[in-house]
């Protein structure tokens, strides 16, 4: 069996590339599996391609690509992406400019002579494309790395009237699942929550030693990091050799500079920037702290999870409740309480024997992670999908 994934870009650095990525190794052990990217910036992705797993870019992107546009051009590319506004809704066509004229052409035309047996969206733009898009001969599955309450208005409109032409449909969280079963009125079997996978491999290991916190996630609003620092202070003012590190790509970081220097605590917070290797720089802290307004998932909770570090979080919507085993495996406090997060990192500062225990436990936890067990879920469900699914209706392309 082929199996594609189409991802917005597969050459860059994030939580989605990462993990269709892990996703497409383990498939790859038994199919032929290509990721197939809208647009490429640079020649080398930012993460290693599995062995096995073919990548190709649709369109390329960045200063002097291609010609200028003529007169005429500049009117029908206009006209392009106001239509592409139309069928993605506009935040959604206008995000990191994915959706150009060139890349909407040269999708549909992928889509139109691929010979895959399976084709994976990985956004609501690419699901709602590969809905109208994908010929009947091709099972098109979407797949959702965000919780359905993060989107606008308009884009679940759109979803709703959209996903339904796929052949089924994958989230991250139970929670999720529930919430797309109301928008879309979808069978049980038609939606299946499908966690993200953690890849094999020889783990390193926390010693629980070192004075480290750790948050990791994209420069984003939505990752509240300067109250992650907020709380950080009241651990440093207690015990002034801890540091917190923050992993994480994106320019949007301006409030959290002015944060920590108005905390005075430029000596013990660093932005570390991107890292491929974000497993083996989690092994190096004791604790992982995450502060988000909402997360789809929490993958680096379980990534934490697999080299021993415990997590102390925000029990916000959706993915830590359904990760987390208060007590056991970390700690969630109640959802923006800046005060109660601070606490709880607090309470694993100055117990290193809860650290040490509640780490044994994350190793256990990371076990329901594992892939192999996650690709036999996914083989079972395209088997599934394939013998019960319905022809698709064939809209007209705009």
């Known amino acids: 069996m082929k199996i594609a994934f189409l991802i917005a870009n597969g050459y860059g650095m994030g939580g989605t590339v990462r993990t269709v990525y892990n996703l497409a190794e383990g498939l790859s052990e038994r199919h032929e599996v290509e990721i197939v990217s809208l647009v490429r910036h640079r020649e080398e992705p930012f993460f290693a391609v599995p062995d096995g797993v073919g990548l190709r870019g649709l369109t390329r992107t960045g200063a002097g690509r291609g010609n200028p546009p003529t007169r005429l051009g500049r009117v029908s ?3 392009s992406r106001r239509r592409t506004a139309a069928l993605l809704g506009g935040r959604e066509a206008r995000r990191e400019n994915f959706y150009t004229p060139a890349a909407m052409a040269a999708l549909r035309r992928y889509l139109k002579g691929t010979d895959a047996d399976v084709v994976v969206g990985t956004r609501p733009g690419i699901n709602l494309l590969l809905a109208r898009w994908a ?3 091709v099972l098109a599955i979407g797949q959702e790395h965000v919780n359905l309450a993060d989107h606008s208005d308009e884009l679940r409109g759109l979803i709703a009237r959209g996903y339904p032409r796929l052949d089924g449909m994958t989230v991250l969280t139970e929670a999720d699942r529930d919430a797309y079963r ?3 009125d979808a069978d049980p079997d038609w939606l299946t929550a499908m966690p993200n996978p953690l890849p094999d491999r ?3 290991r926390s010693t629980q030693d070192n004075p480290i916190i750790v948050g990791a996630g994209r420069m984003a609003p939505v990752k509240q990091y300067p109250k992650l620092v907020q ?3 009241v651990v440093a003012g207690k015990h002034p050799e801890w540091r917190l590190r923050i992993y994480g790509g994106g320019t949007k970081d301006s409030a959290l500079r002015r944060r920590i220097v108005d905390l005075g605590l430029s000596n ?10 974000l497993t083996g720089e989690l092994a190096k802290a004791s604790i992982l702290a995450v502060s988000s307004r909402v997360e789809g998932f929490g993958m680096t909770i379980i990534e934490g999870f697999s080299v021993g570090v415990p997590a102390v979080s925000f029990d916000c919507p959706h993915g830590p409740r359904e990760i987390i085993e208060d007590g056991r495996d970390g700690l969630l406090v109640p959802d923006q309480d800046v005060d109660a997060l601070a606490a709880a990192m607090l309470r694993l500062v100055e117990d290193r024997d809860e650290r040490v225990r509640m780490g044994r436990e994350a190793v256990r936890s990371a076990g329901r992670y594992a892939i192999g067990p996650i690709v036999e879920r996914w083989e079972r469900l395209i088997e599934e999908r394939s013998a019960g699914r319905r022809p698709r209706r064939r809209p007209a392309w705009w």
Request: proline share 8%; aromatic share 8%.
């Open 202 to 204: 020889d783990y390193p």
């Open 182 to 184: 109301v928008l879309l």
């Open 77 to 79: 590319d206009r006209v």
């Open 268 to 277: 013990q917070v660093t932005l570390m920037g991107r890292v491929e290797d």
């Open 231 to 233: 709380a950080f202070s």
């Open 135 to 137: 010929p009947r001969r």
